[in-house]
């Protein structure tokens, strides 16, 4: 059993609509900060929760990763990893703590080789998840970082050791 929906088996279409929406969602930061942030996030919120919940099964962390990761929520992972699996993967690609269920990782990996712009990214380290954001808007938090109000929550960039596996 894998989690989510099956449009997360197409990650190439799923990562060219993130693209255009984080460009649209950014380019009205004007409209987002002249309401407020806290007005703009009672606004957003519900719709972001109904996507994301019905395509990623979302778990509101508040910080999103999606593209880092496959198009695949890591929340989902039973221990809540967001850097890669634990290494209790079973020989059949499921989770060991849910025995009925893919490893969100194994999931993860296989999605972002066949992702062309963001793909790379799963090599990446991500920052600790700062739980105080958990429940708030993922969007509007993405602006909340850039004016200062959060930390930045930029992922460490590594460089790729196999870069054919994207190609
Ligand atoms: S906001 Fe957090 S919980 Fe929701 S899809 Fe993104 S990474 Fe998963």
């Not at 989510?4 to 460009?23: D, M, V």
């Not at 969602?25 to 519900?46: R, T």
């Not at 269920?101 to 793909?119: D, H, I, Q, T």
Request: proline residues 5%; contains cysteine; aromatic residues 10%.
């Amino acid at each position: 059993m894998k989690k989510g929906s099956w449009i997360q088996n197409y990650p190439k279409g799923l990562e060219r609509l993130y693209k255009f929406a984080e460009r649209v969602f950014l380019g009205l930061d004007g409209l987002w900060s002249g309401l407020g942030y806290d007005m703009s996030e009672k606004l957003i919120k519900p719709a972001e929760d109904l996507f994301k919940t019905v395509v990623f099964e979302c778990n509101e962390c508040g910080q999103c990763v999606l593209h880092y990761t496959g198009m695949t929520c890591p929340m989902n992972c039973p221990k809540q990893l967001r850097n890669g699996p634990c290494g209790g993967t079973r020989v059949n690609g499921h989770c060991e703590v849910e025995e009925d269920m893919e490893c969100v990782w194994l999931n993860a990996f296989e999605r972002s080789v066949k992702m062309p712009l963001y793909g790379e990214e799963i090599v990446n380290i991500e920052p600790m998840h700062n739980w105080i954001r958990e429940g708030e808007s993922a969007w509007i938090n993405m602006l909340r970082e850039k004016d200062g109000t959060y930390q930045d929550s930029t992922p460490e960039k590594l460089e790729l050791a196999d870069r054919e596996l994207w190609e």
